[in-house]
DNA sequence: CTACTTTAGACAGAGCAACTGACTAGTGTC
DNA sequence: GACACTAGTCAGTTGCTCTGTCTAAAGTAG
């Protein structure tokens, strides 16, 4: 399996998906290490979107691009384990705002701590200002990318 | 939803995730609109790992990151659609190689020009430059971050 | 050349994750 | 007050992925 063609081999999806697929694995793995082992990784990309006021059913599945139901599966789940609560949302009474809970609270900073060992790992293969620039092409990208915004 | 940090608020992973989602959500919608429009992406992803003289299926399963079992549930289906064909390997009676069929290689250009307009969309957005980088940087990423190579 | 180990792949069974469609209840508008 | 819209749930289905088990071929050691 001899590389013939240097950069474009891969396509551009696959050359995004894979760094994403290891920095979600080491990221779960630390998380497991930590104790937190009881979710999945569909979980975890619905609990990532939650923001500090906690959000909305609907709004988390529209950013996590999965439908009502199955954001609704997946945040039962996670209120089952203890990683989320709901509570009722004071500007409307059908709705509910997915929270936070303390032992979702909990995986924050293990979370951070792996993202930023990988991030430093990649900054030492790449040097700190390709990474640098990587990360700010990448958030420019989203600007057009992100269906959700 | 106002913006509070500039670039820090989405991790990496995210702003990895984002744009793959986004353009691989293009490239199905494409080939949807040509007729290809009876496979779903995960066997999408299987396919696309198939190198130009056939590959084994356990050496697909490792560079998609799924079992052996999973693959060869995936390849099942292509090969039940047309897509791909399984033929002996002369090197080892046991093994057989997966090869793109007629079906699927008439998907490769259509494939290929909707990831030629998305990343000429981008490059508008990002700017040629930028872009370029982005590419080589990922590049670099995937030396230390793909776990198959 | 025979016995053991490893590898390629298939089969069976199970659980999770995603979807569509139909529904209830609260909100907003005319 | 009637109607349209929105938040979320319930029911049912499909698809993806896993673990565990199995067969057959290949490689290795005596």
Redo the contacts between chains.
């Keep these: 399996?001899t590389e013939q063609v240097?950069?474009e081999q891969?396509?551009?999806?696959?050359?995004?998906?894979?760094?994403?697929?290891?920095?979600?694995d080491r990221?779960f793995a630390a998380l497991a290490k930590a104790g937190y082992d009881d979710f999945t990784p569909a979980q975890a990309r619905v609990f990532?979107r939650i923001?500090p006021d906690g959000t909305r059913l609907t709004e988390l599945a529209q950013a996590a691009?999965i439908t009502k139901q199955t954001a609704g599966f997946l945040v039962d789940q996670l209120e089952h384990a203890g990683y989320v609560e709901r509570t009722p949302d004071p500007t409307d009474a059908r709705a509910r705002l997915v929270r936070v809970a303390t032992r979702g609270a909990g995986t924050v900073p293990v979370g951070a701590a792996a993202?930023a060992a990988?991030?430093a790992?990649?900054a030492t293969?790449?040097g700190s200002k390709?990474?640098a620039?990587?990360?700010?092409?990448?958030?420019?990208?989203?600007?057009?990318?992100?269906?959700y915004r």
């Design positions: 399996m240097p950069n891969f396509n551009l999806g696959l050359l995004l998906f894979i760094p994403y697929r290891a920095l979600e990221v990532q923001g691009q993202i990988v991030e790992e990649w293969h790449l390709p990474m620039q990587l990360r700010q092409t990448l958030s420019r990208l989203r600007e057009i990318a992100d269906p």
